[in-house]
């Protein structure tokens, strides 16, 4: 496992270089110039994504799997080698938003209660989104889903306007720090199962 993730850190290098030179600059103009550094959290989430994601394309590209079982490595290792992935990086966005937090709270009034939530949120989110697209990768490769990918990023979007176009009332503080409580244990067990679901696919695929 510990190769695998190796090999894709290798090959992803100077892709991670650059997204950490994105989330840089997006933090100092954004972040800590126009005070809006949850929008920062979001945003390095949202980019974290794109590392185990583009990390699956590369393997598809040069036909990796194939290869790859013709040494001692197991189905369960490949793909949890991806999920893997997919944790280090939202973990690694995570943390960039709290240090961003940290240093924003010498120029902005920052509460470290809020940041914290913020950065967890957004994880959280960005763990479901590769839940729900990474079997999708497994299953139909990069091309046919880059269609569902683009849905699945619309669509929180579009619930939200909806709500607030039907004026639908929110939910109540309590309802929504238990919501909050929950939802970490919540996101676990579906990357779990979602990590099940691809071992199951993989199997299926290449047998």
Do not use: H
Request: net charge positive; hydrophobic share 55%.
């Amino acid at each position: 496992m510990r190769a695998l993730l190796y090999k894709d850190l290798r090959n992803l290098r100077r892709y991670i270089a650059q997204l950490m030179a994105i989330c840089l600059a997006f933090g100092l103009i954004f972040g800590i110039s126009n005070g809006n550094l949850y929008f920062v959290a979001g945003y390095a989430a949202m980019l974290s994504i794109m590392i185990q994601l583009n990390s699956m394309a590369y393997d598809e590209q040069c036909g990796w799997y194939r290869t790859a079982l013709t040494m001692p490595i197991s189905r369960r290792a490949l793909v949890g080698s991806k999920y893997l992935l997919g944790l280090l990086a939202v973990a690694g966005g995570a943390a960039y938003s709290l240090v961003l937090s940290a240093v924003g709270s010498f120029f902005l009034p920052v509460s470290p209660l809020e940041a914290l939530a913020a950065a967890g949120g957004c994880s959280c989110i960005a763990l479901l989104f590769l839940a729900i697209l990474t079997p999708l990768l497994f299953r139909y490769g990069t091309e046919k889903t880059r269609l569902l990918m683009a849905l699945l990023f619309v669509l929180p979007i579009l619930l939200l306007f909806v709500i607030e176009r039907l004026g639908l009332p929110m939910p109540s503080e309590t309802v929504l720090a238990g919501l909050l409580l929950a939802l970490p244990f919540l996101i676990a067990g579906l990357y779990a199962l979602s990590f099940l679901i691809s071992v199951r696919i993989f199997r299926a695929k290449l047998p």
